[in-house]
Nanobody
């Protein structure tokens, strides 16, 4: 079992920055890849970024350059640093754990086994 708790969401003006955190507990955190997804009202949950057990990262192409994913295995936490936020970034952001994957990472939400409850990010214009 893995428990994931996101934090750091909130209301920010367009052009601003936020850093989301996701604290994990329950299994050896450093063993598995982690991802961030987001879901805007009326839309499907979409991939944002992922980080593998060795720190390798991958981003949704449309977000690359503005978002940065990182992990601190000592704190069992991953982060999503978001810059130059736009109103279209408004969504609930979820972190997820892919505990079955030994190598690499996935962008597919159905390959992630555990999810947090989400944190709301609202970007005003």
């Amino acid at each position: 079992q893995v428990q994931l708790v996101e934090s750091g969401g909130g209301l920010v003006q367009a052009g601003g920055s936020l850093r989301l955190s996701c604290a994990a507990s329950g299994r050896t955190f450093s063993w598995y890849p982690m991802g961030w997804f987001r879901q805007a009202p009326g839309k499907d949950r979409e991939f944002v970024a992922a980080i593998d057990r060795n720190g390798g990262t991958y981003y949704a192409q449309s977000l690359k350059g503005r978002f940065t994913i990182s992990r601190d295995n000592g704190k069992n936490t991953i982060y999503l640093q978001m810059h130059t936020l736009k109103p279209e970034d408004t969504a609930v952001y979820y972190c997820a754990a892919d505990i079955r994957r030994m190598v690499g990472l996935s962008t597919r939400r159905d390959e992630y086994d555990y999810w947090g409850q989400g944190t709301q990010v609202t970007v005003s214009s």
